[in-house]
């Protein structure tokens, strides 16, 4: 799987909307690009994927430019809750039976300002 | 939504015991469950995948005596840390995908284990 890079932290102001980057130089045809969060003490939270198309869903959007190697997470309206490690995560393509290990770099800790 | 749950959250236990944590797909059926392990200010760290009714694939360095799996139906694996000691104190995490569809794995709770 391809290695990402990620800041290591980032702060936000809250209501205003957080972008975080994910530089995937090495990504193949193949690799998704998928985010996590973790809230401090809790599991992984599954946030988006997209090959390389943007995605858009309730939570963020997911912007992957034209050559793939890098994307970014918009999270339109950050809220306190927000507050997060954030981790970009490169995988191949899912199969119907795929045993999907996911490799955890060391993301991003995004910090909401009140 | 898919929703994965963990058992206990939390435990306590003196060195030398086992400790059992279970990891269930309460809406979905799993052939593969993956346990993580994460130690403070770390990123997590792929243990073991837990494949139903056949034997667990550990990642290098995990000892398979220490760290015992059992994936016995197609919503329950167990990670069993045997011997348990104070430096297998961290917080255990397992995941799970929805077999015969693509869509991404979701992640339990999270237990927190502390060995005194």
């Known amino acids: 799987d391809a290695k990402t890079t990620q800041p290591p932290s980032m702060d936000c102001a809250e209501g205003r909307a957080a972008n975080l980057p994910c530089n995937h130089s090495?990504?193949?045809?193949?690799?998704?690009v998928y985010w996590y969060r973790q809230i401090h003490s809790q599991g992984p939270q599954y946030i988006i994927h997209g090959l390389k198309n943007n995605e858009t869903n309730e939570m963020a959007s997911l912007i992957i430019t034209e050559d793939r190697k890098s994307s970014t997470l918009i999270l339109p309206h950050a809220t306190l809750r927000d507050t997060a490690v954030y981790y970009c995560i490169v995988r191949s393509l899912l199969s119907n039976f795929g045993n999907e290990k996911l490799t955890f770099g060391t993301g991003t800790r995004l910090t909401i300002i009140p | 939504g898919a929703v994965v749950s963990q058992h206990p959250s939390w435990v306590i236990c003196k060195s030398g015991t086992s400790v059992k944590i279970e990891c269930r797909s309460l809406d979905f059926q799993a052939t593969t469950m993956f346990w993580y392990r994460q130690f403070p200010k770390q990123s997590l760290m792929l243990m073991a995948t837990s494949n139903e009714g056949s034997k667990a694939t550990y990642e290098q360095g995990v000892e398979k005596d220490k760290f015992l799996i059992n994936h016995a139906s197609l919503t329950l694996s167990t990670l069993t840390v045997t011997s348990a000691h104070p430096e297998d104190s961290s917080f255990y995490i397992c995941s799970a995908r929805q077999t015969g569809v693509r869509v991404p794995s979701h992640f339990g709770p999270g237990t927190r284990l502390l060995v005194l």
């Open positions: 090495t990504i193949s045809g193949n690799e998704y």
